[in-house]
């Protein structure tokens, strides 16, 4: 068994460096600031997206099965904004889930043989692929506050 104890042990110099240590981070009021990132609210109109993630859950209000779509924008500043959809199992939301393969290409495979539950293949298949979608944004109160949040209106259908 090797002697690790052969090479010493390793203590931190400073105050801050044991800060490190013992708590994992040291925090400055920089951190405090809204510096924003992936979720900031982007302007309203039509973007290219690219899904990286399709995750199975259930919804609030009835717990009906759903799925959340991740996507990513990816801007030319080689910045990104994430956006989420959800598609509800209802029948009165067939028409996203078409709208939704449609955009990334996949609409004859939906027409050819249907999804399944949460766990069919096109779901595999859905992540890592690319699509345009129209972004809105909305407003509301949340505990006092007003935000803006994107909202994703429309699906594209590939131009051939």
Same mark, same amino acid.
């Given at each position: 068994?090797?002697?690790?104890?052969?090479?010493? $042990?390793? =203590?931190?110099?400073?105050?801050?460096?044991?800060?490190?240590? +013992?708590?994992?981070?040291?925090?400055?009021?920089?951190?405090?600031?809204?510096?924003?990132?992936?979720?900031?609210?982007?302007?309203?109109?039509?973007?290219?997206?690219?899904?990286?993630?399709?995750?199975?859950?259930? =919804? &609030?209000?009835?717990?009906?099965?759903?799925?959340?779509?991740?996507?990513?924008?990816?801007?030319?500043?080689? =910045?990104?904004?994430?956006?989420?959809? %959800?598609? +509800? %199992?209802?029948? $009165?939301? &067939?028409?996203?889930?078409?709208?939704?393969?449609?955009?990334?290409?996949?609409?004859?495979?939906?027409?050819?043989?249907?999804?399944?539950?949460?766990?069919?293949?096109?779901?595999?298949?859905? +992540?890592?692929?690319?699509?345009?979608?129209?972004?809105?944004?909305?407003?509301?109160?949340?505990?006092?506050?007003?935000? =803006?949040? $994107?909202?994703?209106?429309?699906?594209? &259908?590939?131009?051939?």
């Amino acid at each position: 068994m090797p002697n690790f104890g052969q090479f010493g $042990n390793a =203590t931190p110099d400073t105050e801050k460096e044991k800060a490190t240590v +013992v708590t994992g981070f040291t925090f400055s009021d920089d951190d405090f600031k809204d510096k924003g990132g992936l979720f900031d609210p982007i302007p309203k109109g039509r973007y290219h997206f690219v899904v990286y993630d399709c995750q199975t859950g259930f =919804t &609030k209000k009835d717990n009906t099965l759903m799925k959340t779509i991740l996507m990513d924008i990816h801007h030319e500043d080689e =910045t990104k904004t994430r956006l989420t959809d %959800y598609l +509800v %199992y209802k029948s $009165n939301q &067939k028409w996203k889930f078409a709208c939704f393969f449609d955009a990334l290409g996949l609409g004859d495979a939906l027409k050819k043989n249907g999804i399944g539950g949460a766990d069919d293949p096109l779901w595999t298949t859905a +992540v890592g692929q690319e699509g345009d979608f129209e972004v809105d944004n909305e407003t509301s109160e949340w505990n006092g506050k007003q935000t =803006t949040r $994107n909202v994703i209106k429309k699906y594209y &259908k590939p131009e051939r």
